[in-house]
C-alpha cells in the first residue's frame, strides 16, 4: 500500500472519529439542556479511530487478527469500566459507550478499504445520537398497534416474499400470475403508504396544510378526500384550507403512478408521463391558487390510521391478481377494448393495482403500449371521479365550490394531453 492510500484511510478515521466526538460532546437531555458529563469527547473518539485503524494495520502487518482482537477486548475493559462508573452515578444509558465501539470499527474499515461504508456508519451514528429528542418524541407518539403493524410489515418483506416461487404455474391468460412478482407489489403498495404514514407520525399535521395533503396522498388519496370531506361538513370556514389538502393528494395520486410505472418499465413511462405528468401539474397549480386565498389559514390535525394491515395487504394481492388475470383474459379474447373496460372498472376501486398490472403486461409484452397508456389513463381517470363523488355527495356546499373547478381543470389536463401525445 502506497503512503497516499495509508494516509487518506488514516484521515478518513480521524474525520469520523471527530464527528461522533462533537456530536457527543454537544449532546443534550431530554429536555434540551446540555448534558453535564459525558464518558469521551471529540479528542477521545478521535483517537478511537485512529486506534481502530491503527490496530488494522498492526494485525495486517503481523498477519494475524489476534492483535486487533487483543484491542477490542482491552476497549471493551474500558467501555465497561466506564458504564459502571456512570451506573454509580444513576445514569443508566450506554449510548456513549455503544458509539465507542461503532467508532473503533469503522476506525478499521478505513484501513480495509471500506471507506464509503465507513463514512456512512459514522454518518448514521452521529445523526441517530443528534436525533434523540426527536426520535424519543416518535416513539412516545407510536401506538401498540403501530409497532405491531410495522413487525407486520417486516414479516411480509423479509420471510413471505422470498419463499414464494418466483414463476408462473399455467398458460395463457393465467400466465401473468407469478406468486413472487404479485407479492413484490403488495410491498411496494404497502411501503410507500407504510414510509407516508411514517413520515406524517414525525411531521404531524400542524406542519401546514400543503404537507398535510401532501403525506395524506402518500397514505391514501382517498381516505384523505374522505376525511376532509366529512370535516368540512363541520367546519365550512375552512374549505378553502381543505380543499387545498385534497387537491394536493389527488396530484400526489398521479405522481405515485409515474413512479410505480418508472420502477416496473420505464419505456412505458416515456409514453405515459405526458398525461399524468399534466394531471398532477393541474393540480399543484389549482392548489397553489387556493393556497394564495387562504394562506393563513391553519392545518387542522389529519387523524390517519396506520395503512398496512395483513388483511387489506392479502386483499391488495388478490385484487392485483385479478385485475391482472382479467386484463390478460381480456385482451385474449375481446381486444383493445375489454382491457380499456376492465381498466376502468378496475380504477374505481384502486388505480394503484391497475397502474402495476398494465406496466407488468407491457414489460411482459402481453400489451402494447398505447393500450397500456389508455388504459392507466382511464383508470386515473375513473379514481378522480369517484373521489369527485365523495366530495360532492358527502361534502359541504363550500368544499364543493372551492374544489370544483379544480376537479374539472385535472380531468380536462389529463384527457386533453392524452389525446395529443
Known amino acids: 500500500m502506497d503512503q497516499y492510500s495509508l494516509f487518506l484511510r488514516f484521515g478518513a478515521a480521524l474525520f469520523i472519529g471527530m464527528l461522533v466526538g462533537l456530536q457527543r460532546e454537544?449532546?443534550?437531555?431530554?429536555?434540551?439542556?446540555?448534558?453535564?458529563?459525558?464518558?469521551?469527547?471529540?479528542?477521545?473518539?478521535?483517537?478511537?479511530?485512529?486506534?481502530?485503524?491503527?490496530g488494522a494495520l498492526?494485525?495486517?502487518?503481523?498477519?494475524?487478527?489476534?492483535?486487533?482482537v487483543a484491542l477490542l477486548a482491552v476497549l471493551g475493559l474500558f467501555v465497561t469500566a466506564a458504564y459502571v462508573f456512570t451506573a454509580l452515578k444513576g445514569e443508566f444509558g450506554m449510548t456513549t459507550e455503544v458509539a465507542v465501539v461503532i467508532t473503533v470499527l469503522a476506525g478499521a474499515l478505513c484501513y480495509w478499504d471500506k471507506l464509503a461504508l465507513a463514512v456512512a456508519l459514522g454518518v448514521a451514528t452521529a445523526?441517530?445520537?443528534?436525533?434523540?429528542?426527536?426520535?424519543?418524541?416518535?416513539?412516545?407518539?407510536?401506538?401498540?398497534?403501530d409497532v405491531v403493524a410495522a413487525l407486520k410489515f417486516a414479516l411480509i418483506t423479509a420471510i413471505v416474499l422470498p419463499v414464494l416461487p418466483n414463476r408462473a404455474f399455467w398458460g395463457p391468460p393465467f400466465d401473468v400470475l407469478n406468486p413472487h412478482k404479485i407479492w413484490l407489489m403488495v410491498v411496494l403498495i404497502s411501503g410507500i403508504g407504510f414510509a407516508g404514514?411514517?413520515?406524517?407520525?414525525?411531521?404531524?399535521?400542524?406542519?401546514?396544510?400543503?404537507?398535510?395533503?401532501?403525506?395524506?396522498?402518500?397514505?391514501?388519496?382517498?381516505?384523505?378526500?374522505?376525511?376532509?370531506?366529512?370535516?368540512?361538513?363541520?367546519?365550512r370556514g375552512q374549505a378553502g384550507p381543505f380543499a387545498l389538502a385534497v387537491v394536493i393528494a389527488w396530484a400526489v395520486m398521479f405522481a405515485r403512478m409515474l413512479v410505480w410505472t418508472a420502477v416496473l418499465f420505464p419505456p412505458l413511462?416515456?409514453?405515459?408521463?405526458?398525461?399524468?405528468a399534466a394531471g398532477a401539474l393541474a393540480g399543484l397549480a389549482f392548489g397553489l391558487v387556493?393556497?394564495?386565498?387562504?394562506?393563513?389559514?391553519?392545518?387542522?390535525?389529519?387523524?390517519?390510521?396506520?395503512?398496512?394491515?395483513?388483511?387489506?395487504?392479502?386483499?391488495?394481492?388478490?385484487?392485483?391478481?385479478?385485475?391482472?388475470?382479467?386484463?390478460?383474459?381480456a385482451k385474449l379474447y375481446f381486444g383493445d377494448m375489454g382491457v380499456y373496460i376492465s381498466s376502468a372498472a378496475a380504477g374505481l376501486a384502486d388505480v394503484d393495482a391497475i397502474t402495476l398490472s398494465m406496466a407488468e403486461m407491457s414489460r411482459a409484452g402481453n400489451l402494447a403500449l398505447d393500450t397500456a397508456v389508455w388504459a392507466v389513463v382511464l383508470a386515473a381517470v375513473a379514481n378522480t371521479a369517484v373521489k369527485g363523488g365523495i366530495v360532492f355527495l358527502g361534502?359541504?356546499?363550500e368544499l364543493r365550490r372551492a374544489l370544483l373547478p379544480g376537479f374539472l381543470l385535472i380531468l380536462a389536463a389529463t384527457v386533453a394531453i392524452a389525446f395529443i401525445f
Open 197 to 235: 404514514y411514517v413520515l406524517f407520525k414525525l411531521v404531524g399535521a400542524r406542519r401546514g396544510i400543503f404537507l398535510t395533503g401532501l403525506l395524506g396522498g402518500l397514505v391514501s388519496s382517498t381516505a384523505t378526500t374522505l376525511s376532509f370531506a366529512q370535516r368540512s361538513r363541520k367546519d
Open 290 to 329: 387556493l393556497h394564495l386565498r387562504a394562506r393563513r389559514a391553519e392545518a387542522e390535525d389529519l387523524r390517519m390510521k396506520n395503512p398496512f394491515e395483513l388483511g387489506p395487504a392479502i386483499t391488495f394481492g388478490l385484487l392485483y391478481g385479478v385485475i391482472l388475470l382479467a386484463a390478460r383474459a
Open 26 to 54: 454537544r449532546s443534550y437531555d431530554e429536555s434540551g439542556k446540555p448534558e453535564k458529563t459525558t464518558v469521551a469527547g471529540v479528542r477521545t473518539f478521535a483517537l478511537l479511530g485512529l486506534i481502530g485503524c491503527g
Open 269 to 276: 413511462l416515456r409514453r405515459l408521463w405526458p398525461p399524468l
Open 395 to 397: 361534502g359541504s356546499k
Open 58 to 68: 498492526v494485525s495486517d502487518l503481523l498477519g494475524s487478527p489476534w492483535p486487533f
Open 127 to 145: 445523526a441517530l445520537l443528534s436525533f434523540k429528542i426527536e426520535l424519543h418524541g416518535f416513539v412516545e407518539r407510536l401506538r401498540r398497534e
